[in-house]
């Protein structure tokens, strides 16, 4: 399966501040989208071993008469076209009829006036109608539905696998086990842009803001104590240019600058090991650079040998293994707090 995701009407400035006006401050379209369109081609294969393909599309930068539904069925022999908006109804409303905005003549109606759609049973023609009324008898009578929760499982996998394939820019085949723990870039950052066209700059600057690529194929950088001082301000001056991921204990209070942060524990070995496997998947292999920040802090003012031994020997090569020979690992430690104050220790390298 390949999906596509993209930006096309709602991050632009207008109509980002209309939906503020409208929805208030928390939709902010400039800072954190949702795509408002999305192409799939998911290829199958029957009982019979024939290819079978599904091409969707959906949008919600689409403007006309009301809400659109579309469908084509293809096969060697037949064909089926249906579309929601084609109704043997309509009514034609002159210039000179003002009134009210709404909906009474069809859903997502976006026109008071001229030729337009009228759907006599909304809830009919969508199908809710049969949709229900099937369901119900087959719980009156005991007998399994059409459809099951087994397929709505699929339908969520077969969405989760398009999400996957829109972000790491390639096609997906399953089975897929890296989708059993895998959470869409637009819910693990709350926005998400990405160009139908590679290093198309969006109209917005919402890729900026969340470290998102420009095209699927932009390099990520890790950061380790992501959410402190010092790795938040490095994420926000390369999130314009990487897929910034941090690695900390807990995401930092407030907007992050990382597109999202995985829970790392440097004094367990396991949770490194986890975190690094974790990172991995998230990145799809294309590590540009791991920036070694957190730190093992130790405020008694006793010398505490686990300060040297995590912040400069034991975790920067599981980062930096991460990362692979072909990347460069930059490892900062700091001593200057605790016991490293009174040591005077401290380190950096550059290990490329």
Request: with cysteine; proline share 5%.
């Amino acid at each position: 399966m390949n999906g596509t995701v993209a930006n096309l009407k709602w991050t632009r400035a207008g109509y980002a501040d209309e939906l503020r006006r409208r929805f208030g401050e928390d939709v902010d379209y400039r800072r954190r989208p949702s795509e408002d369109f999305a192409r799939a081609t998911v290829t199958l294969e029957d009982e019979e071993g024939n290819e079978l393909m599904i091409e969707a599309t959906t949008s919600w930068a689409y403007v006309g008469a009301g809400l659109r539904i579309q469908l084509e069925l293809l096969g060697p022999e037949y064909a089926l076209e249906y579309n929601s908006l084609g109704t043997g109804l309509k009514i034609f409303l002159s210039r000179a009829v003002q009134g009210t905005e709404g909906e009474d003549l069809v859903e997502k109606q976006n026109a008071e006036q001229g030729l337009m759609p009228v759907l006599e049973d909304e809830a009919g023609v969508y199908g809710y109608t049969d949709e229900n009324r099937h369901m119900v008898e087959c719980f009156r009578k005991g007998i399994k539905p059409l459809e099951t929760f087994e397929d709505g499982l699929a339908v969520v996998e077969i969405l989760m696998g398009l999400y996957r394939s829109a972000e790491i820019g390639a096609t997906l085949h399953f089975p897929a086990p890296e989708l059993e723990d895998y959470v869409p870039v637009v819910a693990r950052t709350g926005g998400v842009v990405l160009s139908l066209q590679p290093g198309l700059e969006p109209s917005c600057r919402s890729a900026v803001c969340f470290g998102m690529p420009k095209d699927a194929n932009q390099p990520t950088v890790l950061i380790t104590g992501s959410s402190g001082f010092l790795g938040q301000a490095i994420a926000h001056r390369l999130r314009d240019r990487y897929r910034v991921i941090g690695l900390d204990l807990s995401p930092p209070k407030g907007e992050s600058e990382t597109e999202e942060t995985i829970k790392l524990d440097i004094t367990s070995d396991e949770s490194v090991r986890e975190a690094i496997e974790t990172a991995g998947k998230r990145s799809g292999g294309r590590l540009a650079s791991v920036i070694h920040l957190a730190a093992y802090y130790d405020t008694t003012g006793k010398d505490n040998p686990q300060i040297r031994c995590r912040q400069c020997r034991g975790h920067a090569p599981a980062s930096g293994g991460a990362a692979g020979p072909s990347h460069r690992t930059v490892h900062l430690c700091k001593h200057a707090a605790g016991a490293g104050a009174q040591s005077g220790q401290g380190c950096a390298d550059q290990r490329g």
